[in-house]
């Protein structure tokens, strides 16, 4: 289940936009409002804790995962060129309500991940992170060697996960777990 003393990240500051400050922010969150609707956010440098700012105004760019965002305080181009590479981050406490059987991404982390094999489930490792460049991908620590693959999360390949027991079940394509 999530933490709720951790944070989200929902996006990535790519650049600025225009001489304003405003922001090109790349979406890590399915929640198109996170960079709409004004109100508070925090922004995190690399190993630095985070800082707290509010969200002025935001909207997406037509047919793109980039939004574009004006936050309080930043002012100017160079000011917003300074903030390049920062995280967006919400308080995981801040999570939109969601329907029966969905999750968030966030409650896949330490997950086990389990195969079925000859009729039978088989406990194969745990679920460590998530990566999402254009594409969820699931990194999971496999048991017998602690080698960390990457799974892309799609139905095909993840049918099931079982946020209350604890567990997703994966069906690999041959190689997956070996590369």
């Known amino acids: 289940m999530i933490n709720k003393n951790e944070w989200l990240i929902i996006g990535l500051i790519t650049s600025c936009h ?5 922001l090109k922010v790349k979406s890590l969150s399915d929640f198109e409002e996170r960079f709409l609707r004004p ?3 925090w ?3 690399e190993n630095e804790p985070p800082s707290k700012i509010e969200l002025i105004s935001g909207f997406k ?6 939004f574009i965002v004006k936050l309080k305080g930043i002012n100017t181009r160079n000011h917003a060129e300074q903030l390049k590479k ?7 406490d801040n999570l939109p309500n969601l329907k029966k059987d969905e999750f968030h991404l966030m409650e896949l982390i330490n997950l ?6 000859n009729h039978e489930l088989k406990i194969i490792g745990k679920v460590i992170n ?7 991908l699931l990194v999971i620590e496999l048991f017998k060697n602690h080698k960390k693959v990457l799974i892309p999360f799609v139905n095909e390949i993840v049918p099931l996960v079982d946020i209350k027991n604890n567990f997703l079940i994966i069906n690999p394509p041959n190689g997956l777990l070996e590369l």
């Open 18 to 22: 225009g001489i304003n400050g405003q």
């Open 86 to 92: 920062f995280k967006i981050l919400v308080k995981n």
């Open 61 to 66: 760019k037509p047919g793109k995962e980039t």
């Open 39 to 41: 109100g508070m956010r």
């Open 112 to 117: 086990e991940v389990k195969t079925l094999e």
């Open 130 to 136: 998530l990566e999402n460049e254009k594409n969820n």
């Open 43 to 45: 922004l995190q440098k």
